[in-house]
């Protein structure tokens, strides 16, 4: 059964930094795509990150390009999305993803894509001076 955890979120300051963590179970996550999207309140949901199988497989949507960087940890089976220069409108609800068995990202029109089989509880991240 495919569980996961976010953790990480908080308050911070206009040019701050987070780094969320999301904690997996119940499939193999180095051979799995994962990803991370957030929702703001009133707005869709939106992709943010996806870390394919092959670590080289990493995919931004622009608006966090140079800022965001997704990663992971095999042996502890967790996902990162490390957050640097952080904006107010990257203020909402960050939540980590998969379909637990598909080793690429979808990518559409230059944002990742995902189909939102599986996904925790979310993260609250708010930005804000």
């Known amino acids: 059964q495919v569980n996961l955890v976010e953790s990480g979120g908080g308050l911070v300051q206009p040019g701050g930094s987070l780094t969320l963590a999301c904690k997996t179970s119940?499939?193999?996550?180095?051979?799995?795509?994962m990803g991370w999207f957030r929702q703001a309140p009133g707005k869709e949901r939106e992709g943010v990150a996806c870390l394919a199988r092959i670590e080289s497989g990493r995919y931004y949507r622009d608006s966090v390009k140079g800022r965001f960087i997704i990663s992971r940890d095999n042996t502890n089976k967790t996902l990162y999305l490390q957050m640097n220069n952080l904006k107010p409108e990257d203020t909402g609800v960050y939540y980590c993803t998969t379909d637990g068995a598909r080793g690429y990202c979808t990518v559409v029109l230059g944002s990742p894509k995902f189909d939102y089989k599986y996904y925790g509880q979310g993260t609250q991240v708010t930005v804000s001076s």
């Open positions: 119940g499939f193999t996550l180095e051979d799995t795509a």
